[in-house]
């Protein structure tokens, strides 16, 4: 069984930067996909970025790209989201997921973190 630990949340202020990290552990190789989530009060759940194993397909939100970088490590077996020029909308709890496919849908992950809590604020 998989297990998903994410970490790296925090608060930060408008324009800052954040990098989270996802640990796969219980087996010794990852989700073929990898992939980040997010959820505001509120809201649903949404997708913000995947990865494939071999790191040649990514796949953004429109409301991340350019700001957000998602990459892996299948040696350390973690994932990770750098994020930069953070601001308010990005205020959420953001999840970790692994599946077999590279889609922004959340049903198609059957392995889900816990989450980690972002704050964007002054």
């Known amino acids: 069984q998989v297990r998903l630990v994410e970490s790296g949340g925090g608060l930060v202020q408008p324009g800052g930067s954040l990098r989270l990290s996802c640990v796969s552990s219980g087996r010794t190789f990852m989700r073929p996909t990898m992939a980040w989530f997010r959820q505001a009060p509120g809201k649903e759940r949404e997708f913000v970025a995947a990865?494939?194993?071999?790191?040649?397909?990514?796949l953004y939100a429109d409301s991340v790209k350019g700001r957000f970088t998602i990459s892996r490590d299948d040696i350390k077996t973690t994932a990770y989201l750098e994020m930069n020029n953070l601001q308010s909308e990005d205020t959420a709890v953001y999840y970790c997921?692994?599946?077999?496919?590279?889609?922004?849908?959340?049903?198609?992950?059957?392995?889900w973190g816990q989450g980690t809590q972002v704050t964007v604020s002054s």
């Open positions: 990865i494939m194993w071999s790191g040649t397909r990514t």
């Open positions: 997921a692994g599946g077999q496919v590279t889609t922004p849908r959340a049903g198609d992950y059957n392995t």
